[in-house]
């Protein structure tokens, strides 16, 4: 079933995304990705910056500031299409 963009938004839209669409289904599985994602990333970041801060690791003070500088351009890319998308620019 197609979406006129020029129809004005109602609730029969909502009566199909519901009962007529596997919206369920969908949010289900990105729930369960989520997940998992938050999982591997917790097991695999935590002992990497435990290992940073507390073991002596050659290059560990130089790959602790490499993080944090490739970290910070994507946090202010996003700060700034933030702001363009609401400022309405």
């Known amino acids: 079933m197609p979406f006129w963009f020029h129809l004005p938004p109602t609730l029969k839209n909502f009566r199909v ?4 669409t596997d919206y369920g ?3 289900v599985n990105i729930m369960a ?3 998992c994602v938050v999982a591997i990333t917790l097991l695999t970041a935590v002992p990497a910056g435990y290992a940073l ?3 002596r690791l050659p290059g560990a ?12 351009p994507g946090i ?7 702001f363009t998308l609401w400022s309405g620019q």
């Not at 995304?17 to 007529?20: A, G, H, I, M, P």
């Not at 003070?61 to 910070?72: F, L, Q, S």
């Not at 202010?76 to 933030?82: E, K, Q, T, V, Y």
């Open 61 to 72: 003070e130089n790959t602790g500031i490499a993080m944090r500088v490739v970290g910070r």
């Open 17 to 20: 995304l519901f009962y007529q």
């Open 76 to 82: 202010a890319l996003a700060a700034i299409f933030a």
């Open 25 to 27: 289904v969908w949010v």
């Open 33 to 35: 990705v989520a997940a």
């Open 53 to 55: 801060a507390r073991l």
